[in-house]
């Protein structure tokens, strides 16, 4: 059994030292990424509606995310039992989501609401669920709010 190293040198935030407390499984990885399964979620520096989910397997990864309800209120999603499985909720508990965010060469931001993470954060526990073609909810939603700031690297 390989150790795994308590303190990650990142790209955009410095060294970090997560305790276990503070790790989140992906049960299946990221779309693109199915070996990244370890992850950390880092705060922005002056934007409390943003973080930022770092790789503790890869320093150099890190997708910036955010709760898409705190943008979009109406957004909802509709999760069956499988799409939940591994994450111990407890009967009745629904899982925390978040979206990753990119920034269009145009400008503004996109909310990949087509492919959300859904968390039991309690467990630290999460996945990755690609939304059906045809779901109700868009792919990405063009939105009018701030780009993301470049998180100063450490």
Request: overall charge positive; glycine content about 12%; charged content about 25%.
């Amino acid at each position: 059994m390989t150790r795994r190293p308590s303190v990650l040198k990142s790209t955009r935030f410095g060294v970090l030292r997560p305790d276990a407390g503070s790790i989140l499984t992906l049960i299946d990885g990221l779309v693109g990424f199915p070996d990244q399964r370890r992850f950390l979620l880092v705060d922005h520096a002056g934007r409390e509606d943003f973080g930022w989910l770092q790789s503790l397997e890869d320093g150099g990864l890190a997708f910036p995310v955010t709760d898409p309800r705190r943008h979009w209120p109406e957004c909802r999603y509709a999760f069956s039992a499988d799409d939940l499985r591994g994450l111990d909720l407890a009967p009745g508990e629904d899982p925390d989501v978040l979206v990753t965010v990119s920034v269009p060469a145009g400008g503004g931001l996109r909310l990949n609401l087509g492919g959300p993470l859904v968390f039991n954060f309690r467990r630290r526990r999460g996945r990755q669920l690609v939304q059906a073609p045809g779901a109700p909810v868009p792919a990405a939603l063009p939105c009018s709010f701030s780009p993301v700031e470049k998180a100063k690297a450490s």
